[in-house]
């Protein structure tokens, strides 16, 4: 019950997985899809006799695409094709992926396939140009990055070591403190970066403004972030102390939500980095 699953769920996704949730009012315990669905990453919700059909369907059709297959040809023998779907994506969204990981963006694309039925490059290519919906679907899918609360903590630790000491260092107390954060996705890392600051400067007795301003291509990511609003999973990375000062609990206890004196010092906006 509850959150069992979503992490599962999001790394899934991120390699290349297809996610079923069950429609939350025909479950016994609708905490965990409704955990699941509040990640962004569910491709179906269904009820139970639902689910059954469409799962056949997609793993018939998976078993005629072959994706490791499929990779390879991607690879080896449909490049012109490959780069006729990168431009389908940077005409309608103006993000150019050529230069992004290859690996990344073939599971990607085998995974559309997968769903849309497509028993080849060219086919898909072909649905493509027939409907447009499924270009910016395919971009939603490139842009998936499954990120977390204090992700990589020793890197969190050197910044209280030995960054935020440099940073106030000899600074008047009216001189903000501005960092950036690029490539922000749903915001955690800019969220994050927010509170080991404030614990850092409450610990020294000290208080500057802050600003931190985090950056993403994806418009969905950034409306996440400026909400500021997270699944019951984050108390995986997140201790009790710090759920405790920093967030709000929703009232029907199914979300927990940054405190808005964190959101206001919280700046997201769109910005392409290699645009």
């Not at 927990?256 to 004196?261: A, L, Y």
């Amino acid at each position: 019950t509850g959150r069992d699953g979503t992490q599962g769920a999001q790394v899934i996704k991120q390699a290349g997985g297809i996610i079923f949730a069950e429609e939350p009012t025909a479950a016994g315990h609708p905490g965990m899809p409704e955990s699941v669905i509040q990640t962004g990453v569910v491709d179906y919700v269904l009820r139970p006799r639902e689910i059954g059909s469409v799962l056949h369907a997609i793993s018939r059709d998976l078993a005629s695409v072959d994706a490791p297959t499929a990779q390879v040809k991607i690879l080896e023998k449909h490049e012109s094709v490959f780069k006729r779907i990168l431009k389908h994506v940077k005409d309608a969204n103006g993000v150019d992926f050529t230069h992004y990981k290859r690996g990344t963006i073939e599971r990607r694309i085998v995974r559309r396939m997968v769903l849309r039925q497509a028993k080849d490059l060219s086919a898909y290519a072909r649905y493509l140009d027939k409907h447009p919906e499924e270009i910016n679907l395919l971009y939603q899918d490139l842009l998936i990055n499954v990120t977390h609360f204090f992700r990589d903590p020793e890197i969190f630790a050197i910044l209280k070591e030995k960054v935020f000491p440099v940073l106030v260092k000899n600074r008047a107390e009216d001189a903000a403190i501005r960092i950036w954060v690029p490539g922000c996705s749903s915001g955690e890392e800019v969220y994050s970066l927010a509170i080991s600051l404030i614990e850092f400067l409450q610990k020294h007795k000290q208080s500057f403004p802050i600003q931190i301003f985090g950056t993403d291509i994806s418009e969905i990511a950034l409306a996440k972030a400026r909400q500021g609003v997270y699944g019951t999973a984050i108390s995986d990375h997140i201790s009790q102390d710090r759920l405790k000062h920093f967030f709000t609990k929703s009232a029907d206890e199914g979300t927990w939500q940054i405190s808005k004196s964190i959101r206001d010092m919280c700046i997201f906006a769109k910005h392409n980095l290699v645009g």
